[in-house]
């Protein structure tokens, strides 16, 4: 009887562990919309979180325009990913408003070891508004940077 007690008990953890982190994740740090802007996405509880777009530099690394909806509000932001041996990069987002005016470099991040990943702070993304995300290594011009296309 014991041992069948146990069996259920580490069934019943394995069930509700996971939503432990759930449950201690917040809100908007902030009150919505532009607000947001240069707001760290990570403890934030998404009511949905999607990847948009990717870009690669094979086989070293990729960007990818991430974005996540709170309370009927998109917004975005960019994570870059290193493989095992290569070198850095930095990455961001580019924010284009329906006038065609671009703001560059937004949530701007590096990943500077050899291998692992790293977010930007994200930024709103309302209708009418495109959005893309770039990465290049450290020390190399804009011209060299890949980009996602513009959502």
Request: glycine share 14%; proline share 5%.
């Amino acid at each position: 009887m014991i041992k069948k007690l146990s069996v259920v008990a580490a069934a019943f953890t394995m069930v509700l562990a996971p939503l432990a982190g759930v449950s201690s994740a917040v809100g908007l740090p902030c009150s919505g919309g532009y607000a947001c802007d240069d707001k760290d996405p990570g403890p934030v509880s998404w009511d949905k979180v999607m990847t948009d777009d990717r870009a690669l530099d094979k086989p070293c690394g990729s960007v990818e325009l991430r974005s996540g909806k709170k309370d009927g509000k998109w917004y975005a932001w960019a994570r870059v990913n290193v493989a095992g041996g290569c070198y850095g990069y930095e990455a961001w987002i580019d924010r284009k408003g329906p006038n065609g005016t671009i703001e560059h470099v937004l949530g701007y991040c590096t990943v500077n070891d050899i291998q692992g990943q790293n977010f930007g702070n994200m930024y709103y993304w309302p209708d009418g508004v495109q959005i893309r995300a770039g990465f290049k290594h450290p020390n190399e011009g804009w011209d060299k940077s890949g980009v996602t296309s513009w959502h």
